[in-house]
């Protein structure tokens, strides 16, 4: 597609239950960013991926969340044994690189979460 | 790890004026950039200033970047109620991920 696309755009689930989020980055794009935001926040970096590596995982907050991506392309944020506390958007974005020379970020619309 | 501290938290005026947001950062960075978010959703991108450029001007948007004080500031002229949003500034931490402030809500009363 033309942009990053996220699914689902909302998800409503019960306290303990695992979920997985999808991000499609924009094609070619090698690098690949998760960010949460709760409501009225900022953003809170989560992990980064270069191609399918993942040289910075160091905003999960614990070890309920992981992330992969494959074929340089879609990745998955799952997050096991849901806490209210995890409501909130998760946002990813592409960008043709990381680094320093990575330049504009491209954001999806955000998969909103709320943990009942 | 917040990176970029945005100021002030909020700020509402009226359509026509000019509305001033700043930004602080901690370390040293390659680029700054400037992002908007309507509606809590996705962020789109407005403007990028390299480490070595002091000013950069794109539309109505004009921002300065002045490294010695680790500092970013971006005005929007002639606001319209369209421009009402959040405005984020993002550093590229460490050359690595860009880690975004707690961003400004503006607000543009007709």
């Known amino acids: 597609g033309a942009g990053v696309s996220q699914s689902p755009s909302n998800k409503v689930t019960e306290k303990g239950k695992d979920v997985e989020l999808r991000c499609d980055p924009i094609s070619g794009h090698t690098a690949l960013y998760w960010y949460r935001q709760r409501l009225g926040q900022g953003l809170e970096f989560l992990i980064y991926?270069?191609?399918?590596?993942?040289?910075?995982k160091s905003g999960l907050p614990s070890d309920r969340f992981s992330a992969e991506r494959t074929g340089e392309s879609v990745s998955t944020l799952t997050i096991q044994r849901t806490q209210q506390e995890d409501s909130a958007v998760y946002l990813c974005?592409?960008?043709?690189?990381?680094?320093?020379?990575?330049?504009?970020?491209?954001f999806g619309e955000g998969s909103r979460l709320t943990v009942l | 790890s917040q990176q970029g501290e945005e100021d002030p938290q909020a700020l509402s005026i009226q359509e026509g004026e000019n509305a001033t947001m700043n930004c602080s950062y901690k370390t040293s960075i390659n680029n700054l950039q400037w992002y908007r978010q309507n509606s809590g959703r996705g962020l789109v991108h407005l403007i990028l200033i390299r480490s070595n450029e002091r000013e950069k001007h794109s539309g109505r948007l004009r921002v300065t970047l002045d490294t010695s004080k680790k500092s970013s500031s971006l005005l929007i002229t002639a606001s319209r109620a369209a421009d009402t949003a959040s405005y984020f500034c993002?550093?590229?931490?460490?050359?690595?991920?860009?880690?975004f402030g707690q961003g400004t809500r503006l607000t543009i009363n007709p």
């Open positions: 974005a592409s960008s043709i690189r990381a680094g320093a020379r990575a330049g504009e970020l491209f």
């Open positions: 991926f270069q191609g399918n590596s993942a040289p910075d």
């Open positions: 993002a550093t590229d931490e460490r050359a690595q991920k860009l880690v």
